[in-house]
Structures are given as C-alpha cells and as structure tokens.
C-alpha cells in the first residue's frame, strides 16, 4: 500500500510545518508541494549549511527521494534557479527533481502588479509579500496565465508579448514604468530552455507511484488561515492551502491520503495584515517574538504574535481533516511563566466555543476568553513525554480536551531533532 502524508499549517504560516516534513522525510519517496509559491520559505541544515528553500520541497535533499513542484505551485523561474544553484554547489542530486507541466509561471509583470494592487486598496492592504503570487494566480483564473508547458508551445513569445502589451497599459495608467518586452522575453526563453530537463506531467507521475506502492510527503505551505475560501478573507493568499488545495494542485484523490498531520505553534504568530483575536500588542507578544524567533524566513518581517486560539484551531482541525496535531515551540511557552489559551470569544452577550460567521468583520468588538496555566518549565531538547514535568503536560492536555484529538509531535527546541513523538 502506497502512503500519502499530507503537512497542513493551521494558524497563519510558519508554524514549523518543516520539522514534521523533516521528521517523515526518512521513509518517504516523493516529497511534494502543491500550492503558493516563493511566498513561503522555510530553512534546512545541509552539510552545516542554512538552505532556505521557497519553491523546491526539502526532501531534495533526502537521497532516493524525488522532489515535485505540483501544478497548482506557481514558479517564479529566477527564484528556482537560485535554488537549483545553491544546490548545484552543494551537490545535491536535481535529477529527482520534477516540475509540473500545469504548474503557471510567474513573470516580471505579476511583482509589480503585486505592488500596485496592494496601493490601490490603500487602507486595506493585505501585506502580501510581493513576489507576484496573488497577480500570477488572478491571471490563471482569468485564463490568460502562461503555465510551464505553455513555454514550449510555438506561440509563447506572442502570448507573452501580448500579455506584456495589456499589463504596461496598466502600468501606465498608475505611473508605473512600463516593462520592457525583448528584455522579458529573452529571459523566459533561456529559463524555458533551462527548465526543460526537470519539467514533466508530474499528475501521471504521482499516479503511477501510488500504483507502485510508493510513499509520498505533501509539504503543505502558507496555512489554514490564509485560505481563499476559508480563511479571513480578504487577508489571505490567493490559493488554498489547506487539504482539498493539495489534491487540486497535485492530482491526488482523496481516497488516496492516508495521513493529514496538522501543525501550530503552542502560541499564534502571522505576518502581514488581518484579524489576530488573540494578539499581544504589548510585551507578552514582544517576548514571545523575541523567545520563538519571529522574524518571517521569507521577507524577514517582525511576527506579530499572540495566544493559542483554540476556537481557530479546532476550526483548522476540522476542515483538514486532521488526523494527527503537531504542536511546535513548547519550550518556547515554558519560558513565559503563564501562558493563556484562547477558548472561546464573547461578542456583545454571545459567547462563541465554536467557529461561525457571525464573526466576520467585528474582529475588533471580539473579546476572547482565556484559560491561563502556569507555564514555567525548562523542557529543551527533551524527547520523552514521560519527562515532561507536570505542567508542560497540562498544556497539552487543555489544547487535546478542547480540540478532541491527540497531539502526536511537540517541538521542545529549535532542531529538527527537538521533538517529542508519541
Ligand atoms: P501573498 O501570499 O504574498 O499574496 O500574501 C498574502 C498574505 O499571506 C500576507 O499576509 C502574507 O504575509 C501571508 N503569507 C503568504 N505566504 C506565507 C507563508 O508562507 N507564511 C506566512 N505568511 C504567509
């Protein structure tokens, strides 16, 4: 029997998802992503080396294991051969690694529109991360996205000069430059030319895997949270990280996974703007960013950062169909003495334990509901549950009572090998 291991973030990114990846890594075959693109980062040691990788799934780095780029990532080619350069210098084999001929590309024209298009909404931005991702997938739903296999057809250049035409009228009309056109095009064509070797119809692929009884890992990027559909729109990423997002951008069925691992953090974190019930704009948040290390792997930005939010988590929980919870940083929590767990919210003389829409737009009136425990415990490293002390224990029995399932992973440390298995 083929196993299919799909990691979800449940909050708002960056919530280790990595570390679980890492950890199921050892017996997988493929490792694969499915949505966003170099929105997301996350950093492995390699030969003493940090590699932070955008687009290409860690497990490259796993001998005998291949790495897909699925077809519903979109691929910035600049940021890909910069990952393919660094592993080059770092000898990694690249002949497992496999791009969707679906997968669309992002092109020069998609960054700055990323950039005008959060100007325009002026108050309401949504603090993307400017790399093009939400202009390159509006133009895969408005059908004029040009996909991998899409390079190797006889009329890319004329699409492509066509598209470059259309979006410097827009450009012009804001008092952006406009692009060059021959500059963009000779780019692409090396690109197109460079990509050939890796790209294939990774669909088939991963089909004939699972014929062959092969173990894949699905690394999940961006989170629950920032969902088009069901996240906090409209402060979300312009595609569907969560469960049915990694079977639209890979081909896999849902009958076909077997595992749906479920990561957060023993506290909340989010970059970039949007409602955070739980935030500590004081210095609880400060310290918690200053302890966890919240600073984002991508654009660098401070985290803002909060208490775990119980109603969010086991809303996430639900809709992944999460089988097994990680729980990231909970060394990180035994450092701040009390912690606080969000359980419900109160809005005006209503009380919320459970996700409802009723919330949507009065985020700012929503008055969350702790339960504090004492949190002070020093827990590094350790890799038995049996050695948690007492209190460390509570913790993660109050998130398990509340969200019903069993925590599996707890982080204990910044290490892939900081980690408690149960
Ligand atoms: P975009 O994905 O660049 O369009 O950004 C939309 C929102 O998602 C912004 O708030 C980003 O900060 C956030 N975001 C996108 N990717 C990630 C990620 O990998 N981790 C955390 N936040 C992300």
Redesign the pocket.
């Known amino acids: 029997m083929s196993k299919v291991s799909v990691v979800l ?1 449940l909050n ?3 919530e280790g998802k990595g570390k679980v990846s890492a950890y199921l890594a050892g017996d997988a075959d493929i490792s694969l992503r499915c949505t ?1 693109g170099n ?3 996350h950093t492995v040691e390699f030969d003493g080396e940090k590699v932070v990788f955008h687009l290409i799934p860690s497990g490259i780095l796993n001998k005998g294991c291949d790495a897909v780029i699925g077809n519903g990532v979109v691929i910035d080619p600049k940021v890909l051969f910069e990952e393919i350069d660094v592993l080059n210098r770092l000898k990694v084999d690249l002949t497992h690694l496999h791009i969707s001929t679906r997968a669309h590309i992002i092109f020069p024209y998609h960054i700055i529109e ?1 950039r005008l298009f959060e100007e325009l909404k002026e108050d309401d931005k ?6 093009g ?2 202009p390159c997938y509006m133009d895969k739903a408005n059908r004029i996205g040009i996909r991998v296999i899409d390079m190797y057809s006889t009329n890319f250049e004329k699409v492509l000069r066509r598209n470059i035409k259309n979006k410097n009228k827009i450009f012009k009309l804001f008092g952006y430059d406009e692009l060059d056109a021959d500059t963009i095009v000779k780019d692409y064509l090396k690109y197109r030319d460079l990509m050939k070797p890796y790209v294939m119809d990774t669909v088939s692929y991963l089909h004939e895997a699972l014929d062959n009884n092969k173990n894949i890992i699905c690394e999940g ?3 629950t949270g ?1 969902d088009m559909d069901l996240g906090d729109y409209p ?4 595609s569907n990280p969560t469960i049915g997002g990694i079977q639209t951008g890979s081909g896999l069925g849902c009958k076909d996974i077997t595992d749906i691992y479920g990561v957060c953090k023993a506290y909340a974190s ?5 409602p955070f019930v739980t935030e500590q704009l004081n210095e609880v948040g400060d310290k918690i960013r200053e302890l966890g290390h919240e600073y ?1 792997a ?2 660098k ?1 401070p985290r803002r950062c909060g208490w775990i939010d119980l109603v969010a988590l086991k809303y996430a929980v639900r809709i992944n169909g999460v089988t097994t919870l990680a729980i990231n940083h909970l060394d990180t929590i035994g450092k701040l003495g009390k912690a606080k767990l969000c359980v419900g919210y109160r809005l005006g003389d209503k009380v919320y334990t459970e996700y409802s829409d009723d919330i949507i737009g009065k985020y700012d009136k929503l008055e969350p509901i702790y339960k504090e425990l004492d949190t002070d415990f020093d827990i590094a490293g350790l890799k038995n549950y049996n050695d948690l002390p007492n209190d460390a224990k509570k913790y993660i029995e109050a998130i398990e009572e509340h969200i019903g399932i069993k925590v599996k992973f707890i982080g204990t440390g910044p290490d892939n090998e900081d980690v408690i298995v149960r």
């Open positions: 973030g708002y990114g960056d966003g929105n997301a980062g990323d949504v603090g993307t991360t400017i790399r991702i939400g990027a961006q989170a920032l402060m979300v990423t312009s989010r970059v970039g703007e949007g984002g991508t654009t930005r």
